[in-house]
Antibody
């Protein structure tokens, strides 16, 4: 059974660095074809894909935020991390991590419950 | 970036009614199109992938079709549990992008 769970600070101040963790089970990120993405959703709005990391350690970023994003994974291939630097109010959102169905069908079949991040002074 | 334009933004359907939601990509995406349902306070749930393949466990009243830049999701026989917001998403090219969503309510 594939499960993912995000964790984060809940609230942080503008200009700080946001650090998020995605802990997962039921698969290993070292398995060929596995990709985990970060996606966010401001309250009442649509979804925005942020970044992804694949089984080979290759990283992909949304160009609109690329300079502020860093995605990484742990050596046990059971956690993925996302850092966003210089946050502001516009970064307030629920942040999800999600795993694709397969490399041949880029759709997000497995999602975490999401973690709400509020940027406020 | 590939822009995904969804329509309508909202609709209301009666029990048993057939509903269609459209998604237009700004360029061809070779059927790399997924549909999701999201209920309040919940994570999105994958319904359709590859434009027309039904995800495991999803009721057969949901179906997807389309090609090139135009895709659609059909619900054949609206049920109360189908209320929610529906999103399309292209997986053809980074950055992956989502439509703005369609809010579906039971009339």
């Amino acid at each position: 059974q594939v499960t993912l769970k995000e964790s984060g600070p809940g609230m942080l101040q503008p200009s700080k660095t946001l650090s998020l963790t995605c802990s997962f089970s039921g698969f290993s990120l070292s398995t060929s074809g596995m990709v985990v993405s970060w996606i966010r959703q401001p309250s009442g709005k649509s979804l925005e894909w942020l970044a992804a990391i694949d089984w080979d350690g290759d990283k992909y970023y949304n160009p609109s935020l690329k300079s502020r994003l860093t995605v990484s994974k742990d050596t046990s291939n059971t956690q993925v991390f996302l850092k966003i630097t210089s946050v502001d109010i516009a970064d307030t959102a629920t942040y999800y991590c999600a795993r694709i169905l397969t490399i041949a069908a880029i759709s997000f079949a497995y999602w975490g419950q999401g973690t709400l991040v509020t940027v406020s002074s | 970036d590939i822009q995904m334009t969804q329509s309508p933004a909202s609709l209301s359907a009666s029990l048993g009614e057939t509903v269609s939601i459209e998604c237009l990509a700004s360029e061809g995406i070779s059927n790399s199109l997924a549909w999701y349902q999201q209920k309040p306070g919940k994570s999105p749930q994958l319904l359709i992938y590859g434009a027309s393949s039904l995800q495991d466990g999803v009721p057969s009243r949901f179906s997807g079709s389309g090609s090139g830049t135009q895709y659609s999701l059909k619900i054949s026989g609206m049920q109360p549990e189908d209320e929610g917001v529906y999103y399309c998403q292209q997986g053809y090219k980074y950055p992956y992008t989502f439509g703005a969503g369609t809010k579906l309510e039971l009339k």
